[in-house]
Nanobody
């Protein structure tokens, strides 16, 4: 089992920035890729970004490229998502997720069903 706890959400004005963090604990082997998803009211959970177990590879939702940056610190068992140039449509609950993998340098999973562990979510609200 991997336990995930998000933090860093809040309310900001459009154009502002936030940094979300996810602290992982529990079973660390096999290594695990991690990802951020988000869910706006009345909408399905959608993929935002993912990072490989060793932190080398990243993937982003096309609509978020250039504004969001995912990173991880394996020494501290943490993952972060830097959100810049925020827009009202970025308002959502942001979830941290993880999946064990034997391919430490690659990440390709972008569907929620592919991830085994989830945090409780952190709210991001962007006002215009």
């Amino acid at each position: 089992q991997v336990q995930l706890v998000e933090s860093g959400g809040g309310a900001v004005q459009a154009g502002g920035s936030l940094r979300l963090s996810c602290a992982a604990s529990g079973r660390t082997l096999p290594p695990y890729a991690m990802a951020w998803f988000r869910q706006a009211p009345g909408k399905e959970r959608e993929f935002a970004a993912a990072i490989s177990a060793n932190g080398v590879s990243t993937i982003y939702a096309d609509s978020l490229k250039g504004r969001f940056t995912i990173s991880r610190d394996n020494a501290k068992n943490t993952m972060s998502l830097q959100l810049n140039s925020l827009k009202p449509e970025d308002t959502a609950v942001y979830y941290c997720s993880a999946r064990h993998t034997y391919y430490s340098g690659a990440v390709t999973a972008t569907r929620a069903i592919e991830y085994d562990y989830w945090g409780q979510g952190t709210q991001v609200t962007v006002s215009s």
